[in-house]
């Protein structure tokens, strides 16, 4: 004998048919879901690769600016490797005096400096006046006498003194 094999009850063949069309009409709505799900995902990735395309570039920016205050500060850094120790507390020390000596210079010496326009004048003046002495002192009687005396005393001292 041969064995035949057992053939479900239709019972079972339509309950499965029903299951079978009952997960193959969910299978469209599920795939839309999914399809939906992978679109979302793709927007997002994306998003993620134009943010991070936009944050390469800024950093990029970022990273040229930097070179170029590098190399801008390159003579001050070789200038300051040029200081001893004892220079840099002495400059430290000397910018710590800076406002003092900002309010002296503002009260003291510019003003003195803004008068120096008139000294030349008054200098002149001056030499006039000293001039004119001279010439009067000179018209004095006797005076050639006196200035001669004392010529012969001025020299008559240094000749005692070598």
């Not at 993620?48 to 040229?64: G, L, P, Q, S, W």
């Not at 010529?151 to 003194?161: F, I, P, R």
Request: hydrophobic content about 45%; aromatic content about 2%.
């Amino acid at each position: 004998m041969a064995l035949i094999p057992r053939l479900p009850h239709p019972v079972e063949i339509v309950r499965a048919t029903v299951q079978v069309a009952g997960t193959a009409v969910s299978v469209p709505g599920r795939l839309l879901a999914l399809l939906t799900a992978a679109e979302e995902l793709v927007a997002r990735a994306n998003q993620a690769v134009t943010d991070t395309e936009d944050a390469v570039a800024h950093a990029r920016r970022v990273i040229v600016a930097a070179e170029t205050q590098a190399t801008a500060i390159d003579p001050v850094l070789a200038f300051a490797r040029e200081f001893s120790e004892h220079e840099v507390h002495a400059a430290i020390k000397l910018v710590d005096e800076l406002p003092r000596l900002a309010r002296h210079l503002n009260e003291d010496v510019l003003p003195i400096l803004t008068t120096l326009g008139q000294i030349g004048p008054d200098m002149h003046e001056l030499l006039e006046v000293a001039n004119d002495m001279r010439q009067a002192i000179l018209g004095i009687p006797g005076f050639d006498y006196l200035r001669r005396r004392g010529e012969d005393k001025d020299e008559a001292k240094d000749e005692a003194q070598e």
